[in-house]
Nanobody
Framework: QVQLVESGGGSVQPGGSLRLACEASGDTLNYWTIGWFRQAPGKEREGLACWFSVDRSTYYLDAVKGRFTISRDNAKNTIYLQMNDLEPGDTATYYC??????????????????WGQGTPVTVSS
């Protein structure tokens, strides 16, 4: 049973940076499709950044393109989301997700089977 545990959330001022981490246990993420999602109060969960194992491509939501970067450290079985130039609109609970299926190339939450518990991010002055 794979478990994903996020860390790194917190409060930051506009323009600041945070790096979220998602450590996996129970299986290796080396060949999994991975992603970061967020959900703000009253809004649907949205895909921010995904890395697809089917073709090793990366997707970014337009709203975070150029500010957020998804990466992975296979040796640590951990994925990261570097978030720079944060804005109040980035306030949400952030989730990592993974799926061993190599067949999809859409950054949608319903395609992922494994989820972390979420970590809150607040951007406020």
């Amino acid at each position: 049973q794979v478990q994903l545990v996020e860390s790194g959330g917190g409060s930051v001022q506009p323009g600041g940076s945070l790096r979220l981490a998602c450590e996996a246990s129970g299986d290796t993420l080396n060949y999994w499709t991975i992603g970061w999602f967020r959900q703000a109060p009253g809004k649907e969960r949205e895909g921010l950044a995904c890395w697809f194992s089917v073709d090793r491509s990366t997707y970014y939501l337009d709203a975070v393109k150029g500010r957020f970067t998804i990466s992975r450290d296979n040796a640590k079985n951990t994925i990261y989301l570097q978030m720079n130039d944060l804005e109040p609109g980035d306030t949400a609970t952030y989730y990592c997700a993974g799926d061993p299926s190599p067949t999809f190339r859409i950054c949608k939450d319903y395609l992922f089977d494994h989820w972390g518990q979420g970590t809150p991010v607040t951007v406020s002055s």
